[in-house]
C-alpha cells in the first residue's frame, strides 16, 4: 500500500513536473494554489481545517480529538488568530504578528502559557467577535478604521451577539474593545504554528483551527485562503445556543470551493450530550436536511467536552476519577453530565469509559477521520491531477481561440509564392527591357548605317531620284511637282516615323497612357515654298545659257560668240539647286528623328525605373508578408503542438486519475 502511494505520488509530481515545464514554456502563470498543492505533496503535508460560527466548539474538538488540550478552548478565550496544528518530534510553538518580530517558544509551558494568554479575553468582550475586529478593523487600518467602516461591521455583525446583549451594550463593547487596542494592533498574532507529536495516522496531515465565521458569512480573508488550501474541511456548529441552520455554512457549500472539497467536507454537531435522545435524534435529522450536499455517514454529532473529561480520566484510577469529581465541584468546572454518567456507572471505571465513549461518539469522528487520514494522501493526488487538468483545458482553450485568430491573419503561403514569383518575373521583365529592348529599338531607328530613319530617308531621295531621271522634256513643272510632292513626303515620313518610335516604345516596353509626358517631334513642314522655288528657278535662269561662235562677214570673216537661254540647263541647275535643298531637309529630319529617337527612349526609361522602383516596392512588401506570414504559420504549428502536448498529458493525467480513484472511493 505505501509502495503503491509512492508510486502515484511520484508519477503525479512528474505530471506537476512536466505541466510546470509546459507553462514555463508557454509563458503562462502557474495558478498559485496548484504550486501551494504540489509542495504540499512532495512536503507529505495534508491540510485538515476546522471551521464554523464562533463559540461552535471548534477548539475544543480539535482538542478532544488530539487527546491533550493544545488549544484555548473556553468561554473565556477565543481563537482570533489562525493555528496550525502539525507534526513534530518535540513540542514547538512559532508566532506570528501583524507587524511584529516571530516569536518561537519550546517550553511546554511557556507554549502552554502562551496559548492561554493570547487568546484570553475580558469577561466583556467574550461576546463580541474579536478575531473579525482585530483582522477586519484594526490589522487592516493599522489601528485606525475609519467610523464609517466601524459603523459598517458593527452592522454586519449584528447576528454575532450570541449573548443577546441590547444593542447598546453590544455596539459599546465592541467601540472599547477597538479604543482599547487600537495602539497594540501590530502585536495582535494572525498566525500561530504548533508542532506536536501527533500519533501515526496526522504524521502528514496539519489541522487547523480558525476563527469564526461570521453571522453574514464573511469568513475573512485568511480563512477562505486556508479554505482554498485545504485537503479536507470539518464544519463544527453547535447543537445549543445556534440555529442549526448557519447560513454561512449554507452559503460556502454553494461556493466553488465547497464543490472542489465535496467528497472531504464533514459536520460535527456539538453539544450532543445536553440532548436527550429524542431530541437529538430530532436535531440529527433535520441537520441532514438542511445539509443535504453532504453523505449522512459525514456529518456526526459528538460531545467534545466528554471526550475531553475522558481523556483526562483514561490514565486515572478510579479513585483519581472520583477525586477529579469532587475537585471539579469545588472550583467549578464540573460537567454535570460527565458526573452524572460516573454515577451511573457506579463510580467504575471501565462502565463509566463505555458510556462515555458512546456519548462522546468520538469513535464515529475517529473512523471517518482514520479512514481520511488513510485516504488523504490519495485525495490530495487526486486534487492536484484535477486542478491541473482543468488549468490545461484552459489553456489549451486559450490557444485554440489564438490559433483561429492567427489564420484570420494569414495568406495562403502557396498564392503568396505564386504572387512573389510573378512579381520577380516582373521585375526582370523591365529589367530587360531597360538594358536591352531600348536599345535594339534605339539600334533599329538611329543607326547612322542600318538604322530605318537614314534607310528611309535615302530610300525616299533615291526614288526622287529615279523619278526626276524619268522626266520627259525636261518639265520645269514636272520637276516642281514631283519637288514639291517629295518634300510633303519627307514631312509626312518625319511625322509617321515620330509616331512609329512611339508605337514601337509602347509595344515593345511600357504603355505610356500619359500621352503628356511624350515631347512629339516637332511636326514643321521642312523649310520650302512655292516662293523658294520660284527664287531659285529665277536665279539660275541667267546661268542656264550655252555659248555658240557665230562667224560674221563675207570677207573678214568673224567669229563671235553669243550666249543663249539653254532650258535644259535651266531645268539641271533648278534640279541640282532643290536636290541640295532636299539633301539638307533630309538630314535635318534624319538627325531630328534620330535625337527624337534617344529623347523619347529616354522617358521610357525613365517610366521603365519608376515601373521597376513600384514593382520593387510590391515585391518588397510581399517578402515582408512572407516573412510575417512564416512566423505566424510557425506560431499556429508550435501552438497546435502545444495542443497535441496538453492533450496527451492530460490523457496520462486521466489514466492516472483512474488508477488513484479505487484507493478514495
Ligand atoms: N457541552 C459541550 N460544550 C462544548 C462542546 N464543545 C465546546 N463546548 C464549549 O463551548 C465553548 C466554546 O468552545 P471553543 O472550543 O472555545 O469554541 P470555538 O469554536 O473554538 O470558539 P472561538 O474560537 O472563540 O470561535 C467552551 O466553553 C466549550 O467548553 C461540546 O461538545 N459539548
Ligand atoms: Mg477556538
Same mark, same amino acid.
Given at each position: ?14 505530471? /506537476? ?40 466548539? #471548534? ?112 455596539? *459599546? $463593547? ?28 496526522? *504524521? ?15 469568513? &475573512? ?76 455517514? $459525514? ?23 472520583? *477525586? ?37 461518539? /468520538? ?50 503561403? #502557396? ?132 555659248? $555658240? ?7 573678214? #570673216? ?56 513600384? *514593382? ?9 508578408? #512572407? ?31 483512474? &488508477?488513484? $480513484?479505487?484507493?478514495?472511493?
Amino acid at each position: 500500500m505505501i509502495t503503491d502511494y509512492k508510486q502515484k505520488r511520484e508519477s503525479v509530481l512528474n505530471v /506537476f513536473s512536466s505541466y510546470t515545464d509546459i507553462f514555463e514554456h508557454l509563458n503562462e502563470l502557474i495558478p498559485q494554489n496548484i504550486t501551494y498543492q504540489a509542495e504540499n505533496i512532495k512536503n507529505n503535508k495534508f491540510i485538515l481545517m476546522v471551521a464554523g460560527e464562533a463559540k461552535s466548539g #471548534k477548539s475544543t474538538f480539535i482538542n478532544a480529538y488530539l487527546g491533550k488540550e493544545v488549544l484555548p478552548m473556553d468561554v473565556k478565550q477565543c481563537t482570533s488568530a489562525i493555528i496550525e496544528i502539525e507534526y513534530g518530534e518535540t513540542y514547538e510553538l512559532i508566532a506570528e504578528y501583524a507587524q511584529a518580530p516571530k516569536k518561537r517558544l519550546i517550553k511546554e509551558s511557556e507554549i502552554i502559557d502562551f496559548l492561554t494568554n493570547h487568546a484570553a479575553l475580558k469577561d466583556e468582550y467574550r461576546a463580541i467577535p474579536v478575531a473579525a475586529i482585530n483582522h477586519e478593523l484594526l490589522i487592516k487600518y493599522n489601528g485606525n478604521p475609519p467610523k464609517r467602516i466601524v459603523e459598517d461591521l458593527i452592522l454586519g455583525v449584528k447576528d454575532d451577539n450570541l449573548y443577546n446583549l441590547s444593542d447598546n451594550d453590544y455596539t *459599546k $463593547r465592541i467601540k472599547n474593545y477597538i479604543e482599547e487596542n487600537r495602539s497594540g494592533w501590530k502585536n495582535i498574532v494572525t498566525n500561530i504554528q504548533i508542532k506536536w507529536p501527533l500519533d501515526q495516522p496526522f *504524521k502528514g496531515i496539519t489541522i487547523i483551527d480558525s476563527p469564526g465565521i461570521n453571522a453574514i458569512g464573511r469568513v &475573512g480573508q485568511i480563512t477562505e485562503e486556508y479554505i482554498e488550501k485545504a485537503n479536507a474541511i470539518i464544519f463544527v456548529k453547535s447543537l445549543s445556543g445556534q440555529a442549526l441552520e448557519s447560513s454561512a455554512f449554507k452559503k460556502f457549500l454553494q461556493t466553488k470551493s465547497a464543490d472542489k472539497h465535496k467528497d472531504t467536507i464533514y459536520l460535527v454537531l456539538t453539544g450532543a450530550s445536553d440532548k436527550s435522545e429524542l431530541e437529538l435524534n430530532k436535531l440529527l435529522s433535520e441537520a441532514k436536511n438542511i445539509y443535504s450536499e453532504i453523505p449522512q455517514k $459525514r456529518i456526526i454529532n459528538v460531545d467534545s467536552k466528554l471526550q475531553l473529561i475522558l481523556n483526562l480520566c483514561a490514565s486515572k484510577s478510579e479513585d483519581d476519577i472520583d *477525586k477529579y469529581f469532587d475537585d471539579a465541584e469545588k472550583n467549578g468546572t464540573l460537567f454535570p453530565t460527565a458526573e452524572r454518567h460516573w454515577l451511573k456507572s457506579k463510580c467504575r471505571k471501565e462502565a463509566f469509559v463505555e458510556l462515555m465513549e458512546q456519548q462522546s461518539n /468520538f469513535s464515529r469522528v475517529n473512523m471517518a477521520l482514520e479512514e481520511f487520514a488513510r485516504k488523504a494522501q490519495y485525495f490530495a493526488l487526486q486534487e492536484l491531477l484535477l486542478s491541473i487538468s482543468k488549468s490545461y483545458i484552459k489553456i489549451i482553450e486559450k490557444l485554440k481561440e489564438n490559433i483561429d485568430l492567427n489564420e484570420l491573419k494569414i495568406t495562403d503561403p #502557396k498564392e503568396l509564392e505564386r504572387k512573389i514569383h510573378q512579381k520577380n518575373e516582373e521585375i526582370s521583365e523591365i529589367r530587360r527591357k531597360m538594358n536591352e529592348s531600348i536599345e535594339i529599338i534605339i539600334n533599329d531607328y538611329s543607326d547612322s548605317k542600318t538604322g530605318k530613319i537614314i534607310l528611309e530617308a535615302n530610300k525616299s531621295i533615291d526614288e526622287y531620284n529615279s523619278q526626276l531621271s524619268k522626266i520627259s522634256g525636261k518639265s520645269m513643272s514636272e520637276l516642281e511637282k514631283l519637288s514639291f510632292n517629295r518634300i510633303d513626303e519627307l514631312g509626312n515620313f518625319k511625322k509617321t516615323l515620330g509616331n512609329e518610335i512611339i508605337q514601337k516604345c509602347n509595344d515593345e516596353l511600357i504603355k505610356i497612357t500619359a500621352e503628356n509626358e511624350i515631347i512629339h517631334p516637332s511636326f514643321m513642314e521642312p523649310d520650302f515654298s512655292q516662293g523658294d522655288f520660284l527664287a531659285l528657278k529665277n536665279s539660275t535662269e541667267g546661268e542656264a545659257v550655252t555659248y $555658240r561662235s557665230i562667224e560674221e562677214g563675207a570677207t573678214f #570673216k568673224k567669229t563671235r560668240t553669243v550666249s543663249e537661254y539653254s532650258k535644259d540647263m535651266h531645268f539641271e541647275l533648278v534640279k541640282d539647286s532643290i536636290m541640295k535643298r532636299l539633301l539638307i531637309i533630309k538630314n535635318d529630319i534624319i538627325n531630328d528623328l534620330q535625337d527624337y529617337t534617344i529623347e523619347v527612349t529616354k522617358i521610357y526609361k525613365m517610366k521603365l525605373r519608376e515601373n521597376a522602383d513600384e *514593382k520593387k516596392a510590391e515585391y518588397d512588401n510581399l517578402l515582408e508578408k #512572407k516573412v510575417e506570414n512564416d512566423i505566424i504559420q510557425k506560431e499556429i504549428e508550435a501552438k497546435k503542438t502545444s495542443i497535441e502536448l496538453l492533450v496527451q498529458n492530460l490523457n496520462i493525467i486521466t489514466t492516472l486519475n483512474g &488508477g488513484i $480513484r479505487s484507493y478514495v472511493s
